[in-house]
């Protein structure tokens, strides 16, 4: 339930709660559930009468991804870049693994009022996994290899440069598959003793053949067998927002299909670079990764 501080209570009071809705305003009293930011108010042609109000809903962490509302027509930037608003005034920004841990979000109304408003991230610590027992040319591909990687690499890049209207990313998302929790997102992995870059996933293991579903509603951009992923899905939820699924055993929609929350997309297997049957599910914003557990709440676990 919301409820309302003076700024001076607010300051003191403030809590370190990450998973969190905050409703934001220019005002001297700020209505919101919980939050974990600092508070940096400034407001520019205002009256006391007057407020900009802005909603974040996320968790305010590096690696997370955060859906907001602000009034129909403003401009949002995020550190002065502008950040895309759809025609109800949402928007969604994302913090990459190592995002700076001071962030600023700033609106502006189409009659030249301005709100600001300072925010600090949670700084994470990643864990360090080491894999071992894959083949070596699943470390370092071999030289005839290197071209399909390469155009792997084109082709998922294509696959995310999309920017459409839809707005399924701002409906609660829902768990893609069943199963134990294998893999986080920001680990860096040893393989074969050689350090590779960081895992980007949030890793779901269970048997082969086990159900994949669509988190949120979305559009097949790709379902094509990579190198290093396997059988590989990629679902755009709108807003440049992208989940990727890798190593599935089967695919069940094509490109260009539609596909409903909750529907079937295919099963977890262990194709690719992978040493046991499991989904990695990864979510992008643009070109930024982001940790999806950010976005989730509970537990896959049956």
């Known amino acids: 339930m919301a409820f309302t501080l003076s700024k001076d209570t607010l300051r003191n009071q403030i809590s370190s709660i990450l998973n969190c809705v905050v409703v934001l305003s220019a005002v001297a009293s700020i209505s ?5 930011v600092e508070l940096n108010e400034q407001a520019t042609g205002l009256s006391s009468q007057e407020q900009i109000d802005v909603v974040l809903n996320g968790k ?3 690696g997370a991804l955060l859906r907001g509302q602000a ?3 403003a401009k949002v930037t995020l550190n002065g870049e502008p950040v895309q608003t759809n025609k109800d005034g949402k928007f969604v920004v994302g913090f990459e693994r190592e995002a700076p841990l001071q962030q600023t979000l700033a609106v502006e109304l189409d009659n030249g ?5 300072d925010i600090t991230l949670e700084k994470r610590e990643y864990n360090i996994q080491r894999i071992d027992g894959l083949e070596q040319k699943m470390v370092t591909p071999p030289a005839e290899v290197t071209a399909r990687i390469k155009q792997d690499n084109i082709n998922v890049a294509n696959a995310r440069s999309g920017n459409t209207d839809l707005d ?3 409906t609660r998302f829902e768990w893609p ?9 920001g680990s860096q992995r040893i393989l074969n003793g050689v350090p590779k870059w960081p895992h980007y996933g949030l890793d779901i293991a269970n048997e082969t053949g086990t159900p994949v579903y669509a988190p949120v509603d979305g559009v097949v951009t790709m379902a094509d067998d990579l190198y290093y992923s396997g059988n590989t899905l990629i679902l755009d939820h709108g807003m440049r927002v992208f989940s990727t699924f890798l190593h599935m055993d089967t695919i069940t929609v094509e490109v260009g299909d539609t596909v409903k929350q909750g ?4 099963t977890i297997g262990s194709t690719g670079r992978s040493t046991g049957p499991h ?3 990864r979510i992008n914003l643009g070109n930024i990764r982001l940790d999806p557990h950010t976005i989730m709440s509970g537990s896959p676990e049956q």
């Open 60 to 62: 305010f962490t590096q």
């Open 113 to 117: 009022k301005k709100w600001q408003r």
């Open 71 to 73: 009034p129909v027509g």
């Open 177 to 185: 598959a069943k199963g134990a929790i294998t893999g986080v997102y």
């Open 279 to 281: 989904l990695d599910w």
């Open 32 to 36: 919101f559930v919980s939050a974990a």
């Open 263 to 266: 529907e079937q997309i295919g």
């Open 168 to 170: 399924a990313l701002f």
